[in-house]
C-alpha cells in the first residue's frame, strides 16, 4: 500500500514569486509519481509525471518536480507564478506494479496568488 | 480528439434513493477508474473497469457498485444514499492496462453529487 503526505493544505504567494508545493510518500513497492492541478469545478489535469530516468521532470508551463528517492519526496516548484496558477494541486503515487487501489492521492494543496 | 465525458455534471438526491452517474471515456480508451472527492477524505479510489470486468476495487462499501459496457461506457450506482456520500465523483480513463494504465489517466470533469 502506498500513502501521500502534502505538508501544506493551502500555501499563499504573491505573483512573480517562486513557489515550492511539498510532497512526501510512503511506499513498499518502487512507484509512479504525478502531480495533478484542479482548477475550481473542474476535474483533475496531469502536470507532470515521474515514471524513470531523470530525476528532475518539467511541465510545459514552467513547473518542475524532482523525485528523490532517499527523502521519499517529489516536491512542486515553479520560479515566478502567475495569477492563473491559482488551483489545488495533488500530488499522487501508484505502485509500479500496479495495486488495488489505483492512484493515491495527497490531500492536496490550495495555491493562492497574490496580486 | 473529445475528452472524457461524466453526465450529469450536477445531481441532488434525497436520503435512501439510488443514483446512477454515467462516464463515456476518451474514443479507443479500455481502463475507466472512478475516484469520490469530498473535503475531508481528498480523492479516494472506488473501483477501475477493463474490458467489461472489475480489475479492482477500493475500500468502499457494497453500496457503490459499478459496471462497464462494451464500448467501454461505464456507470456507477450508489443506492441508498446517505448525505456523506455528498461528493464530486471523477472518473479516469486510460488506453493501458496494468501499472501503467495511472501513467496515462486522463479525467472527465465530475458529477458533483449532493445527498439532501
Known amino acids: 500500500a502506498q500513502s501521500v503526505t502534502q505538508l501544506d493544505s493551502q500555501v499563499p504567494v504573491f505573483e512573480e514569486a517562486p513557489v515550492e508545493l511539498r510532497c512526501n510518500y510512503s511506499?513498499?513497492?518502487?512507484?509512479?509519481l504525478f502531480w495533478y492541478v484542479q482548477y475550481p469545478n473542474q476535474g483533475l489535469q496531469l502536470l507532470l509525471k515521474y515514471l524513470s530516468g531523470s530525476t528532475l521532470v518539467k511541465s510545459i508551463n514552467g513547473f518542475e518536480a524532482e523525485f528523490n528517492k532517499s527523502q521519499t519526496s517529489f516536491h512542486l516548484r515553479k520560479p515566478s507564478v502567475h495569477i492563473s496558477d491559482t488551483a489545488e494541486y495533488f500530488c499522487?503515487?501508484?505502485?509500479?506494479?500496479?495495486?488495488?487501489?489505483?492512484?493515491?492521492f495527497g490531500k492536496g494543496t490550495h495555491l493562492i496568488i497574490q496580486p | 480528439k473529445a475528452g472524457v465525458t461524466q453526465t450529469p455534471r450536477y445531481l441532488i438526491k434525497t436520503r435512501g434513493q439510488q443514483v446512477t452517474l454515467s462516464c463515456s471515456p476518451i474514443?479507443?480508451?479500455?481502463?475507466v477508474s472512478w475516484y469520490q472527492q469530498t473535503p475531508g477524505q481528498g480523492l479516494q479510489f472506488l473501483f477501475e473497469y477493463f474490458s467489461e470486468t472489475q480489475r479492482n476495487k477500493g475500500n468502499f462499501p457494497g453500496r457503490f457498485s459499478g459496471r462497464q459496457f462494451s464500448n467501454s461506457r461505464s456507470e456507477m450506482n450508489v443506492s441508498t444514499l446517505e448525505l456523506g456520500d455528498s461528493a464530486l465523483y471523477l472518473c479516469a480513463s486510460s488506453p493501458a492496462q496494468g501499472p501503467l494504465r495511472a501513467t496515462e489517466a486522463f479525467f472527465g470533469q465530475g458529477t458533483r453529487l449532493t445527498v439532501v
Open positions: 511506499s513498499s513497492v518502487s512507484v509512479y
Open positions: 474514443s479507443g480508451h479500455r481502463s
Open positions: 499522487a503515487v501508484s505502485g509500479y506494479r500496479g495495486g488495488a487501489d489505483g492512484l493515491t
